[in-house]
């Protein structure tokens, strides 16, 4: 997943070992989920919205996560 800050994504899928994926999904990021791109690291992760939620995931996790293109603000 790449995105600036401002973009807004759906989740379709997340890629990985079932037990890094079971994390994430108890994190909010569900397939079909609205996520939008808050900020960037310095080594490429991203703070995700998800809902009322702020997320930060590094960039190897954020790689392993399949979205659709923008979805609007």
Same mark, same amino acid.
């Given at each position: *997943?790449?995105?600036?800050?401002? =973009?807004?994504?759906?989740?379709? !899928?997340?890629?990985?070992?079932?037990?890094?994926?079971? !994390?994430?999904?108890? *994190?909010?990021?569900?397939p079909?989920?609205? /996520?939008?791109?808050?900020?960037?690291? /310095?080594?490429?992760?991203?703070?995700?919205? /998800?809902? =009322?939620? !702020?997320?930060?995931? =590094?960039?190897?996790?954020?790689?392993?996560?399949?979205v659709?293109?923008?979805?609007g603000?």
């Amino acid at each position: *997943m790449n995105g600036r800050p401002g =973009d807004s994504f759906r989740i379709e !899928r997340i890629a990985g070992q079932q037990s890094h994926r079971r !994390r994430l999904l108890e *994190m909010g990021l569900i397939p079909g989920t609205a /996520v939008t791109v808050t900020g960037v690291g /310095v080594f490429g992760g991203r703070i995700l919205r /998800v809902g =009322d939620a !702020r997320i930060a995931v =590094d960039a190897g996790t954020a790689g392993a996560i399949t979205v659709t293109e923008s979805c609007g603000g």
